[in-house]
Structure formats: C-alpha cells, structure tokens
C-alpha cells in the first residue's frame, strides 16, 4: 500500500468517525424557561376555563371535573383507543419498514415490528430519542452502520414535519375562518415550507449549488438517494393514520358527551397534530386548542385532551413491552 493511499484511507476513516459520533446538542436554558413559561400559561388558562365553567354550575372545581370523568362512556372508549393503538403501529411500523428499504437493504416488516414496538418505550420521554434507539438497535442487531441508518431517521423526522404541514395546510384551508388566532401563522409557514422543501430536494438531486461539500455527509445519504416519488409515497403510507385518527376522535369527543362529526373534524385535527409537533406559538395553542374550539364543554374538552394523548403514549409503550423480550434476545443473543 502506497503512502498515498494511506493518507487517504486514513482520512476516510477519520471522517466517518466525525460523522458517527453525534455531538450532545446543549439545551439552552432559556428554552427551557420558555417551555415553563408557555406550560404554566396553559394551566392557567385552563384552570380559569375549568373554575369558571364549575361555578356556572354551583359547583367545586373537583367536583366539576368528578362528574365530568363519571359521564365519561369508558369501555366503549377504550376498545376504540385499543384498536386505533394497534393501527397506527402497524401503519407506522410499515412506514419506518418502507423507508429503510427504499434506501438500505430489504428488511422484512415482521423483522421491524419488535424494533419500532420497544422504542415506544423510550418515546415516552421523547419521540426522537425513540427513532435514535432504533438506529442502535438495527445496528447491533444487523450490524447496520450506524450513520446509514440515523440517516433513514433524519428522512423519516423531515417527512413527518412535512406530512404533517401538508394535512394542516389543507385543513387551514377548508376550515381557516374557524381557528384561533394562533393559526394565523399557517398560510405563511405553508408557503416558506413549500419554497423550502422545493430548494432542499434541488439541493440534494445536486442541480443547486453541485460543488458544495455538504450533501456528501453521510448522515444525509438517504436525502441524496430520496427522489421526489418518495416524499409522496411517504405521504400516501402515513396518511391512513391520520384519516383514521380523524374518525377515532370524532367517536371519542361523542363518547365524553361533545358532538362532532367528521366533516368537523377534518379541518381542524391536522392543524392540531402539527402545531403540537413545531415549536411555534402554535404550540402553545394546541395544548389548549379543544377547550378554545369547544368553549361550551370545558370540562369535557379539558379532560378529552388529557386522557387522548397519555393513553396513546402509554399503550404503545405497552405496546413495546409485549415484544421487549423478543428485543432483548435479538440485541443481546
């Protein structure tokens, strides 16, 4: 071997080792002391909604919210979050199982359901740290390079973003006139995020800016490899989820006592979803969005928001316990 080759070898090495180690990204705490502020200027609000809407019926705060959760039609309701539970993980399962083939080798879906299932666990605490324990896992388990498969987990958080925007530009438009004014915000996120979304997929087919460095990282491999069909294809195998969520809401707000159809709905749900996914003033609006879009149900649009979204975290992790032990004996064995 030549010393040029040497050299060269060498420096390959040195910078797949830069790409695989990811740097920790230092939270800074005045986020943290904005994500308090925002959080504490939710409660307060709703504790005003849901005291004001207790005293208009003579009683306690606790006792408002008791008689609220008692008329609540539990059973009923859990079978409809059980079976909407398992949708969405087989629907999200397929996704993440379509993307790594698209870009990596062809892994069987009933190979990826252990997989996604367990980081459910982890996604408790936070999403993205759940898609970061799947890349370590199909890397143990596969011996998968590492940066090959966080690159499939950056493609799949980019698409989820605009997935999202998509459903939530089409629900601005067909029901806008009825969203707070938080959502205003949305005509000029679409569009930014459409110029984006345009510059970036040039960018990476290599037709703006070709000579820069940049999109040869590894870590943005599947974005060199990702043509525009599969961004919509993304889009078309996601989407079921959402369609569904649609319809499993509409019979979950009946359930707690609130009518609302699906044509009502399917406004309004995907601008929901994405403002809670984008830290943007939106955020703060969605925690509080069903209270504000049904102002005449207080306490039941309170209690709905928080037993929605805690019982899909928590059942998926349940989810992820049922195949942990399958999890374990493919990482470790």
Same mark, same amino acid.
């Given at each position: 071997?030549?010393?040029?080759?040497?050299?060269?070898?060498?420096?390959?090495?040195?910078?797949?080792?830069?790409?695989?180690?990811?740097?920790?990204?230092?939270?800074?705490?005045?986020?943290?002391?904005?994500?308090?502020?925002?959080?504490?200027?939710?409660?307060?609000?709703?504790?005003?909604?849901?005291?004001?809407?207790?005293?208009?019926?003579?009683?306690?705060?606790?006792?408002?919210?008791?008689?609220?959760?008692?008329?609540?039609? @539990?059973?009923? &309701?859990?079978?409809?979050?059980?079976?909407?539970?398992?949708?969405?993980?087989?629907?999200?399962?397929?996704?993440?199982?379509?993307?790594?083939? @698209?870009?990596?080798?062809?892994?069987?879906?009933?190979?990826?359901?252990?997989?996604?299932?367990?980081?459910?666990?982890?996604?408790?605490?936070?999403?993205?740290?759940?898609?970061?324990?799947?890349?370590?896992?199909?890397?143990?388990?596969?011996?998968?390079?590492?940066?090959?498969?966080?690159?499939?987990?950056?493609?799949?958080?980019?698409?989820?973003?605009?997935?999202?925007?998509? &459903?939530?530009?089409?629900?601005?438009?067909?029901?806008?006139?009825?969203?707070p004014d938080a959502f205003s915000l949305m005509p000029v996120i679409t569009a930014g995020s459409a110029i984006f979304f345009v510059v970036w997929l040039l960018y990476f087919r290599g037709i703006l800016l070709p000579n820069n460095e940049f999109r040869k990282k590894r870590i943005l491999d599947a974005f060199k490899q990702a043509e525009l069909k599969h961004y919509l294809m993304f889009l078309i195998l996601r989407s079921p989820a959402l369609l569904a969520a649609v319809i499993v809401y509409s019979i979950a707000l009946n359930l707690f006592g609130v009518e609302a159809s699906f044509m009502e709905l399917l406004p309004y749900l995907p601008v929901i979803f994405f403002a809670a996914a984008v830290p943007t003033p939106m955020r703060a609006a969605a925690i509080t969005f069903w209270v504000i879009l049904f102002p005449e149900n207080e306490g039941q649009m309170a209690a709905f928001g928080f037993v929605q979204h805690n019982f899909f975290i928590l059942f998926n992790a349940v989810i992820g316990l049922v195949f942990w032990r399958r999890a374990q004996r493919e990482l470790f064995n």
């Open positions: 071997m030549t010393d040029n080759n040497q050299a060269e070898e060498l420096k390959g090495s040195g910078e797949e080792e830069s790409e695989s180690a990811m740097p920790q990204k230092k939270t800074s705490p005045a986020g943290r002391i904005l994500f308090l502020i925002i959080t504490a200027m939710c409660f307060v609000y709703l504790y005003y909604r849901l005291n004001g809407a207790a005293s208009r019926e003579g009683l306690s705060l606790t006792a408002y919210m008791t008689e609220v959760f008692s008329n609540v039609a @539990w059973v009923p &309701w859990l079978g409809l979050m059980i079976a909407y539970s398992l949708f969405y993980f087989f629907v999200d399962t397929l996704v993440v199982t379509r993307a790594l083939n @698209w870009f990596l080798a062809e892994i069987k879906y009933k190979d990826i359901l252990p997989i996604r299932a367990s980081a459910y666990i982890i996604s408790i605490f936070n999403e993205q740290i759940g898609k970061g324990a799947m890349a370590y896992y199909l890397n143990k388990r596969d011996q998968i390079p590492g940066w090959e498969v966080g690159s499939v987990m950056l493609f799949i958080m980019f698409c989820e973003v605009f997935y999202l925007l998509v &459903w939530a530009s089409i629900g601005y438009l067909a029901g806008g006139e009825g969203l």
